[in-house]
């Protein structure tokens, strides 16, 4: 089993940042990649971000150029930097722990085995 809690969401301005964390605890030696998904009210959860436990990453469209995902594996952590934030980011977002090695990254929410309980992110305009 791995735990993952989630920090650092809040309300912000249109153009300001946040930085999301992650912390993981449990059997975290087994996990391949750690993902970022957010979910608005009423809509399915999207993916955002991804690293795999040799750095590789991938991002949402939406969120390249803006995003920023990083690992801490000495601290079992991943951390999320959103600058230039918009109101279309406003959604609740999840970290999760994908435990199957996998050629490429996955951005499906299908392959993450566990998830974090959330953090909300407000931007208004």
């Known amino acids: 089993q791995v735990q993952l809690v989630e920090s650092g969401g809040g309300l912000v301005q249109a153009g300001g940042s946040l930085r999301l964390s992650c912390a993981a605890s449990g059997r975290t030696f087994s996990t391949y990649a750690m993902g970022w998904f957010r979910q608005a009210p009423g809509k399915e959860r999207d993916f955002v971000a991804v690293?795999?436990?040799?750095?590789?990453?991938n991002y949402a469209d939406s969120v390249k150029g803006r995003f920023t995902i990083s690992s801490d594996n000495a601290k079992n952590s991943v951390s999320l930097q959103m600058d230039s934030l918009k109101p279309e980011d406003t959604a609740n977002y999840y970290c999760a722990a994908d435990r199957r090695l996998k050629a490429r990254p996955s951005m499906n929410p299908i392959d993450y085995d566990y998830w974090g309980q959330g953090t909300q992110v407000t931007v208004s305009s």
């Open positions: 690293i795999n436990w040799i750095g590789d990453t």
